[in-house]
């Protein structure tokens, strides 16, 4: 059974920093596509980075560019999202997600989730 599980959530500061980590158990190897989500209240999930394990390629979304970093480790067991100058509309639940894709482009096709990890950024 594949599963993703996200830790590294919690309160800061704006201009704060987080490093959130997403480990992956049971991973089938394939899944070369891995990306973070976050929702806030009333709002949709929207893609924030992702990350293509077999290149390292990476992508951001607007907002975030330049202030957040996604990473994997060597293994590809566990990725990282360095968040850095936090503003409050980072405020979100964060989603680690994956899927298997010969090209790791768009934020659609998104198969296996983690339970999510709260971010609160204070003004």
């Known amino acids: 059974q594949v599963q993703l599980v996200e830790s590294g959530g919690g309160s800061v500061q704006a201009g704060g920093s987080l490093r959130l980590s997403c480990g992956a158990s049971?991973?089938?190897?394939?899944?070369?596509?891995m990306a973070w989500f976050r929702q806030a209240p009333g709002k949709e999930r929207e893609g924030v980075a992702r990350?293509?394990?077999?290149?390292?390629?990476?992508y951001y979304t607007d907002s975030v560019r330049g202030r957040f970093t996604i990473s994997a480790d060597d293994d590809k067991r566990t990725v990282y999202l360095q968040m850095n100058s936090l503003k409050p509309e980072d405020t979100a639940m964060y989603y680690c997600?994956?899927?298997?894709?010969?090209?790791?482009?768009?934020?659609?096709?998104?198969?296996?989730w983690g339970q999510g990890t709260q971010v609160t950024v204070s003004s």
């Open positions: 997600a994956a899927k298997a894709s010969v090209f790791c482009g768009g934020w659609d096709g998104y198969d296996t």
């Open positions: 049971g991973f089938v190897y394939s899944r070369n596509c």
């Open positions: 990350i293509w394990t077999t290149t390292g390629v990476t």
